[in-house]
């Protein structure tokens, strides 16, 4: 178990829809990151917070979009949804930013898009 | 960040050691070799990195060569829980992790 949360652990939702994924990252980590894992690309980095701003960012389209709040927790929002957009998403954190901060990654969200 | 060449896949007796290796040829000097791993399709797991020395935890051991441009994971008595997909990644002074297609690691009795 890494410390790192994430809800839903499935989402099932249709094209054209919107959905928000959730991470809470370890207790005390200030950074949090976003991938997407499907089967044609593989695991890609979306978009990173660091402590409520965005750092950097990844191949993350224009119909996502994602925030850290005060309390750290992030959450992913995905809209306009399509059948490619069907994936694993996984939360990361690490304690500070910074190149050679170890992530620990929380279990994922598998997102169906029917 | 330097790219990555791994075996697309590998097997291992259980209670062996299994020895992963990694292509980086075009490291740089200040780059790190990381070396994560997903179990089915958990999260990846941090293992361990290491710039220049050779480096060994609770999980693993990592040896690089001297001119940096490979490198080997060893895990020293394989189990079953090891079989995985191993990532090795070099990175720079960049935030993000890029995954590579790894190595699929099966452990078999």
């Known amino acids: 178990d890494s410390g790192v949360t994430q809800t839903p652990k499935h989402l099932i939702t249709a094209t054209g829809q919107r959905v928000t994924l959730r991470c809470s990252p370890r207790s005390g980590d200030l950074s949090v990151y976003w991938y997407q894992q499907s089967l044609d690309q593989g695991l890609q980095f979306l978009i990173q917070y660091y402590n409520g701003e965005e750092r950097a960012k990844g191949n993350i389209l224009e119909r996502f979009s994602a925030q850290q709040f005060p309390d750290l927790h992030s959450e992913l929002n995905l809209s306009s949804l399509e059948l490619g957009d069907s994936a694993l998403y996984f939360c990361a954190s690490s304690p500070l930013a910074g190149a050679y901060n170890e992530q620990f990654f929380g279990p994922g969200t598998r997102l169906t898009v029917l | 960040d330097a790219k990555t060449t791994q075996p697309p896949s590998m097997d291992c007796a259980e209670g062996r050691a299994a020895n992963l290796p990694c292509n980086h040829s075009t490291i740089s000097g200040n780059e790190y070799v990381y070396w994560y791993r997903q179990i089915h399709s958990q999260g990846p797991q941090y293992i361990i990195h290491g710039l220049k020395n050779n480096e060994t935890n609770e999980m693993a051991s990592l040896i690089i060569t001297e001119d940096r441009k490979s490198s080997t994971l060893i895990l020293p008595h394989a189990t079953l829980r090891d079989t995985a997909v191993y990532y090795c990644?070099?990175?720079?002074?960049?935030?993000?992790?890029?995954f590579g297609t790894g190595t699929r690691l099966q452990v078999f009795p």
């Open positions: 990644i070099v990175r720079t002074n960049t935030d993000k992790l890029i």
